[in-house]
């Protein structure tokens, strides 16, 4: 059973007042999710990995760099981490600064517990469908990667819609041979017909499928 990529997530709080820290971690676990907190925006950056999954609630003004300017540079990066930002200093410019670095929601502090809730629930089922498109891709690659390369070259002539025959005639095989290509490529790929097959093909290299 594949996992739920949203019960996977951790909510990434940063705020250098630990007060303000502490209150969003223990209403965030109250509702069941997994949190964790940063004293700054340095501190978050040193524990950071590619494969985090969850939410960033991000304050603006801090110590050092501010939340503004991490934003900045996970949107630069293409982290796939959606960011609620709160703050007590919001003003318009600020506003418009954040929503082009693709933050998820801008709060005031102090701002109603629910409303917080609320948007950090909306941004991970959003995310959670694009966790799940890289998850199979990242599988369709891993898949690929584990044929030979006489089972690539019968894939590519499978995925061109051409028969076994004609297959084993322009790769100078007997038709039994392809027909064990066939069945070793679909046992590593995981699938059962050849329409799976070409679904996996497209996600893992969709520009490379109709060449």
């Known amino acids: 059973m594949k996992s739920d990529p949203k019960s996977l997530s951790t909510v990434f709080i940063i705020d250098d007042n630990s007060a303000v820290r502490d209150a969003i971690r ?27 999954r969850g939410c960033i609630v991000l304050d603006i003004r801090m110590p050092g760099m501010s939340g503004i300017e991490l934003q900045e540079k996970l949107f630069h990066g293409n982290i796939q981490l959606p960011v609620i930002i709160v703050t007590g200093h919001g003003d318009v410019p600020i ?21 917080l809730l609320d948007a950090i629930h909306a941004a991970l ?10 998850e199979r891709r990242n599988q369709a690659c891993k898949s690929l990667a584990a044929l030979t390369p006489r089972e690539r070259e019968v894939l590519d002539l499978l995925r061109k ?4 025959k004609v297959i084993a005639s322009e790769l100078g095989l007997s038709v039994r041979t ?34």
């Open 26 to 52: 223990w209403l965030v676990e109250q509702v069941g999710l997994k949190a964790k907190t940063y004293a700054s925006a340095q501190e978050f950056l040193s524990s950071f990995h590619p494969d985090m």
């Open 178 to 211: 392809v027909e064990g290509h066939r069945a070793n490529i679909t046992e590593k790929m995981g699938v059962k017909s050849l329409g799976q097959l070409i679904e996996m093909m497209l996600k893992s290299d969709p520009e490379n499928l109709d060449n």
């Open 161 to 164: 819609g051409k028969p076994n």
């Open 95 to 115: 506003t418009v600064r954040a929503m082009k670095a693709g933050a998820f929601e801008f709060l005031q502090k102090p701002f109603n517990d629910q409303t």
């Open 125 to 134: 089922d959003k995310y959670s469908a694009l966790w799940q498109q890289e």
